[in-house]
């Protein structure tokens, strides 16, 4: 129907073109043609029907999802907390502990004399020796160098020669004292600085045990000392103990020495290290009887060469 309406407004329309005055018109007959067909057609209205919903595609409707965003997950076991101790706890005792040194406990190999407790070392100055101002140049040079040691506060450290270890054995600071004085021909140990003044001829043996004895009557500052028995030892001779002879103190008079030791006293109290010391005869102990047992026993006192000259 809609068609036929269409089609009869168009030839109606042709038909009242075609039959107008022709001059008023100007117009051909191919030229209102051409007008009327370039002319659009209106398009009748046409009621939309109500058309179903189309279902969008997926990629229209479905709208574009966000990435859910993940659980915290559970930490590994590496990361949480009781792993890490355990961790922790695993290497440590995976790693093995180090092992204490053997000095730090035990004495030296082969020492017979260890470290112990004592009162500080003891240090003199040169005036508190009576005479000090008398005595040779070079023995005054030697005792004050020796004196200067006992104020570093060096152990008694068995095998040392060298007060840049820490401390010295007793034949150690001697080889050390004498080397700085321009001795270079010292033994090292106290037994072979015992054979060096046997054979220097300089050597004076004390047999007696008393403190006066007329065998005490050559005996000079700057002397070596020597002691037997002041621990076990197979060696021939038996020299186990050195020091040096510092002369009287004026404070009480009493007879001095200086020297590295493990326990001698100063005034009746234990020294241990490079110290000041009291020189007295060693007691007799069980009435002199062997018991199996060694003492200490002082034997005799020698003359360094060419110290008194």
Not at 129 to 139: A, D, S
Not at 261 to 284: A, H, L, N
Request: aromatic letters at 8%; one cysteine or more.
């Amino acid at each position: 129907m809609t068609r036929v309406l269409s089609r009869w407004l168009i030839a109606s329309t042709l038909l009242a073109a075609l039959a107008g005055p022709l001059p008023a018109r100007a117009q051909t007959i191919g030229e209102k043609l051409k007008e009327i067909f370039s002319t659009p057609t209106p398009t009748p209205h046409r009621k939309k029907k109500s058309a179903a919903k189309e279902s969008p595609s997926p990629s229209a409707s479905v709208k574009k999802k966000k990435k859910p965003t993940p659980a915290k997950e559970s930490p590994s076991p590496s990361d949480s907390p009781v792993s890490k101790r355990e961790k922790k706890n695993s290497e440590e005792s995976a790693t093995p502990s180090p092992t204490p040194s053997a000095t730090s406990t035990e004495t030296p190999e082969a020492s017979p004399e260890g470290k112990k407790p004592g009162t500080p070392n003891v240090n003199l100055s040169p005036e508190a020796i009576t005479g000090f101002e008398n005595y040779p140049p070079k023995v005054q040079k030697l005792l004050t160098e020796a004196l200067e040691l006992t104020t570093r506060n060096l152990d008694y450290k068995y095998g040392s020669a060298d007060p840049s270890d820490g401390g010295m054995d007793c034949s150690g600071f001697i080889y050390f004292l004498l080397n700085q004085n321009g001795l270079s021909d010292v033994p090292r140990d106290s037994a072979g600085q015992y054979v060096w003044l046997r054979r220097a001829g300089t050597f004076e043996a004390v047999v007696s045990r008393k403190d006066d004895s007329f065998e005490f009557e050559h005996l000079k500052p700057g002397d070596l000392l020597f002691w037997t028995g002041t621990y076990s030892v197979e060696r021939d001779p038996p020299i186990t103990h050195t020091m040096i002879y510092l002369g009287r103190e004026k404070k009480g008079g009493g007879r001095v020495m200086v020297g590295s030791s493990d326990g001698r006293t100063y005034r009746s109290q234990q020294r241990f290290g490079v110290s000041v010391f009291d020189f007295k005869m060693p007691r007799e102990e069980n009435g002199g009887r062997e018991d199996g047992k060694t003492h200490p026993r002082f034997i005799g006192y020698g003359h360094i060469p060419g110290l008194q000259e």
